[in-house]
C-alpha cells in the first residue's frame, strides 16, 4: 500500500478541503460520553480535572498536560465519575486535513510503520503545554470576538504548533500492543488501497473471519464493507484535488476493483458523482490558485524565525515576486511581509506569554532585526505594546 500512495498529508493543506474551517472551543465535561468516531481529525488538550478515555475498547487515565490526537479509526469516549469534571480545549478540521502531523514522504512512511504500537496520547512538559494553551485560547478569543471572518494566518499558527509539538514529543510517547478490536480497524485504515476482505485481514491479524467482522461491528455499529467504503471514499475525496489524477485512476488507488464500485459507493456517501463533486466543490478554489497560495503560506510559516526575504520564497518556489504577491492577497489579503511579520509577532506573543524572556530576547527569536520593529508589528495586531508585561 505504502508505496503507491501518492501524495501524503502536507499536499492535502489546501483551500479546496477548507482548512480555515478549524472549530476549536474550551468546555468542562462532567458526564461520560457515548462511544463515537468522526471523519475529521481531533486534537484534543487537558486543561485540568480527572476522567479517562476509552480508545478502542482500551482504557487511559488522563492528566493535565495530555495532548490527544483522534484519528477516524478511533472509536472513543471519556469517561468521568460522578462528581468529577474534565476542563479541554478540542480542535476538530476538516476532512482533507488528514495524517496532519506528516510532512513530507519519510515522516508519512515511518507514521504508518508505527500505528500498531503509538498510543495517540501524549504529556508535554509544562512549558509547552502553557504555549499551546495560551495560543489556543487567542484563538477562541480571536474566533469569538473578532469583526473579520478570515482567520487563515491564525489558524495555520495553531495547526503548525499542535503538529509540530505532537511530533515532538510523540517520540516519547507510550508503547503499547494493541488490542485486538484496535488492530483491525487500523489495519483497514491503514491497508485500505489493498482488496480487502474479512478472511485476508483475518489471516494477517491472526484472528478468526467471524472475529474480525464482530470486532469492527462492536466498535461502529456497522459492517465489515460499510467501514470500508467509509475509509476509501474519505480518502477519494480527498484525493479529487488533483486535477492530473482521473476519477478512474483515484477509485484504483483507494482500492476499488471496478469503477461500477467506486461511482456507486461514492454516490451513497457524496449523492453525486466524482466528476461532479470535483467540479462543484474543488474546482473554484484550484482556479484561483488557493493550493499554490497555501504551499507558499507554509514555506513562509517554515522559515519566519529567521532571515528571510521573497527573493528567497521565489528561489525556494520558483514563482515570480509578483505571483507570490498576488496569491497572498487573494488568500490571505495580505502581503509578503505582513504575512512574514504577522507570524513572527504571534509566535513572539506566546513566547512573552509562557516564557520569562525579555522583549529584545524574544524580538532575535522571532527573526526580528531589533525590539522596535518586534513592537511596531506587535502593535499593529494586538493594538498595544508588549513591554507593559515584561519590562
Not at 449523492?271 to 473554484?284: D, K, W
Request: with cysteine; aromatic share 8%; glycine share 4%.
Amino acid at each position: 500500500m505504502v508505496n503507491h500512495f501518492p501524495y501524503i498529508s502536507s499536499d492535502y493543506l489546501s483551500e479546496a478541503f477548507k482548512p480555515t474551517e478549524l472549530a476549536i472551543r474550551q468546555i468542562t465535561m462532567a458526564q461520560s460520553e457515548r462511544a463515537h468516531y468522526r471523519n475529521e481529525i481531533e486534537f484534543i488538550l487537558i486543561i485540568k480535572g480527572q476522567a479517562s478515555i476509552e480508545i478502542n475498547q482500551l482504557q487511559f487515565d488522563l492528566q493535565p498536560g495530555n495532548l490527544i490526537q483522534l484519528m477516524p479509526y478511533h472509536v472513543h469516549r471519556f469517561i468521568i465519575e460522578q462528581g468529577q469534571s474534565l476542563a479541554i480545549i478540542q480542535i476538530r478540521f476538516s476532512i482533507g486535513l488528514l495524517l496532519l502531523t506528516s510532512t513530507n514522504r519519510q515522516t508519512y512512511l515511518k507514521s504508518i510503520k508505527e500505528l500498531d504500537t503509538n498510543v495517540p496520547i501524549i504529556k508535554l512538559p509544562h512549558h509547552a503545554f502553557s504555549q499551546l494553551r495560551v495560543l489556543c485560547q487567542e484563538v477562541i478569543y480571536e474566533k469569538q470576538e473578532a469583526a473579520a471572518t478570515n482567520f487563515e494566518a491564525l489558524h495555520i499558527s495553531l495547526i503548525s504548533f499542535i503538529s509540530y509539538l505532537y511530533m515532538k514529543y510523540q517520540k516519547q510517547s507510550q508503547v503499547m500492543l494493541l488490542n485486538p478490536a484496535w488492530r483491525v480497524l487500523q489495519y483497514v485504515q491503514v491497508h485500505h488501497q489493498e482488496n480487502l476482505t474479512p478472511i485476508n485481514v483475518a489471516q494477517q491479524l491472526g484472528l478468526a473471519v467471524a472475529e474480525v467482522k464482530s470486532l469492527i461491528r462492536q466498535l461502529t455499529g456497522q459492517s465489515f464493507n460499510q467501514i470500508l467504503n467509509q475509509v476509501r471514499i474519505r480518502n477519494a475525496t480527498a484525493l479529487l484535488q488533483f486535477e492530473e489524477l482521473s476519477a478512474n485512476q483515484i477509485g484504483t488507488i483507494c482500492g476499488y476493483q471496478t469503477q461500477a464500485n467506486f461511482y456507486k459507493q461514492f454516490k451513497l456517501i457524496h449523492g453525486m458523482s466524482p466528476e461532479i463533486y470535483r467540479e462543484t466543490n474543488l474546482a473554484v478554489n484550484q482556479a484561483s490558485g488557493s493550493i499554490d497560495a497555501w504551499s507558499i503560506i507554509m514555506v513562509i510559516l517554515e522559515n519566519c524565525t529567521q532571515a528571510f526575504s521573497l527573493n528567497q520564497l521565489t528561489t525556494m518556489t520558483h514563482l515570480s515576486n509578483s505571483k507570490i504577491e498576488s496569491l497572498l492577497k487573494n488568500s490571505v489579503q495580505m502581503t509578503f511581509k505582513q504575512l512574514l511579520n504577522r507570524f513572527r509577532v504571534q509566535i513572539g506573543h506566546n513566547l512573552l506569554m509562557a516564557l520569562d524572556l525579555s522583549v529584545a530576547e524574544v524580538a532575535d527569536k522571532t527573526g526580528f532585526t531589533d525590539s522596535s520593529a518586534f513592537i511596531r508589528n506587535y502593535r499593529k495586531v494586538y493594538g498595544d505594546t508588549p513591554g507593559k508585561q515584561v519590562v
